[in-house]
């Protein structure tokens, strides 16, 4: 994408520099056929075959950009892996170091290899077009002697004649340099147009259709594969939830959990099915105003290089009225956490900076629940938001969506520990992409099935051990 903006630019100055050498090529070749009309091919010998030689050197070049572009990229994410400070502890705990070291030198010695390859090629690929350009100029050379020699141009002429070829030769080599940079430009723009044009067919159409805060959602037998993955992430779903339900979704990891909870907020287009609210395909509505009515805290939650009062405040970050950045702060707990930073809500939380802060994991999610609390929005999806948190937090911020969903807020709420979705409207257990059991907990407990196991199982690590 850069190399293709950066490639209009510079096509630009080529643009010019091309028409500039055509003006004076012409005028040289003029003059050369005014001399005596086979002059003018003549010229041309000379410089045909460093245009062919050049054309290919820049075809090899961008062939071996195109073939390293994954391994470029393969580098600069070991560099970064090796350097970074979110991986640094587990790096040296692994022993990974060394190996990773060793990979980091494999990648570079092989795109090292290959600009050697490339440059080899290009020389030999210039070497050749500057042998014939050569020729081309001694059988220039020869042709205008012979001229002399037979008479048919006079002495002087064949002064001047030389002199025009040489002009000619000059002004053909720059206008060849600047055709072989258009060249060079075209194919680095071409590539940026393919991008965009994949860009474009990857993005929804805007659609005018605007949309209220859903009375029912409705999941119609959607299926849902992400790109490039055989395997679908979930096959035939299908689900309604009522405004100010609680809906559970159970199951074990990479069942398709968060994926359902992207469907239902349209983040993701369903492969199959359709998700709708109060019977509007989301597909058919503005995504803008899908997304102003819904709240995501996510499983890995965003880490605003900001203020922590800017990092709940992103939620919403237009909001003027309604709940305040501490009202949300209390009802996640994030109140504590903020309580004990140095400068309070005004604590830079990013260690890009000296003056910042790191926090816990528990603490970010404290925030990230915060901050989704501040949205305020009317469908709520919370996917596993107290997975790192202390047992007291967590049981605060399951009041919280409790106290929030009896507002008429619809929640999905994402979670493995059991406990907490024994109130739910509706559990929803996920196997492999498919539903396998659904109903309240008492349902799903007489049926005795995968949730009344797992439930059992959390639930008898806590009962008091028999003797
Ligand atoms: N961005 C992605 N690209 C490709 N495949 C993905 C992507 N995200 C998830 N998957 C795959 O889709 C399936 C469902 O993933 P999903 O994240 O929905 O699972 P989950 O139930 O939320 O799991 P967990 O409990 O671990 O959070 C998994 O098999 C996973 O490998
Ligand atoms: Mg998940």
Known sequence: MTMGVRSIESSISAIANVGGSLVYLAASVISAGVLHPILAPVVMLAVVPNLWAS??????????????????????????????????????????????????????????????????????????????????TGGGYAILGLLLYVGWLALPLAGTAVVAMRLATSALTSTMMGIKNLYEDTLYVNLYTRLLDMTRSRTRPAVPRQVAAPELITVEAVGFSYPGQDEPALRDVSLTIAKGQVVALVGENGSGKSTLGKLITGLYQPTSGRVCWDGADLAEIDEEAVYQRIALVSQDPARWPMTAY??????????????????????????????????????????????????SGGQWQRISVARGIYRDAPVLVVDEPTAAMDARAEHEVFESLRRLGAGGRTTILITHRLANVQHADQIVVLDHGRVTEHGSHQELMALDGTYASLFTLQASAYAPAEF
Request: charged fraction near 25%.
């Open 55 to 136: 054309a290919r050197a820049a075809k090899l070049a961008y062939a071996s950009y195109l073939a390293t572009i994954a391994r470029s990229r393969r580098l600069s994410v070991a560099s970064g892996l090796l350097t970074d400070r979110e991986t640094a502890a587990e790096m040296r705990a692994s022993t990974a170091g060394s190996a990773l070291l060793a990979e980091y030198g494999r990648i570079s010695d092989a795109l090292t290899r290959e600009a050697v390859r490339v440059a080899l090629a290009q020389t030999r690929v210039r070497l050749t077009g500057r042998m014939m350009a050569g020729i081309g």
């Open 310 to 359: 800017d990092n709940i405040r992103m939620g919403r970050i237009d909001r003027e009225h309604g709940l305040s950045v501490a009202d949300a702060a209390r009802e996640s707990g994030a109140d504590q956490v903020i309580a004990e930073l140095p400068d309070g809500y005004q604590t830079l939380l990013s260690r890009l900076f000296s003056s910042g802060r790191d926090l």
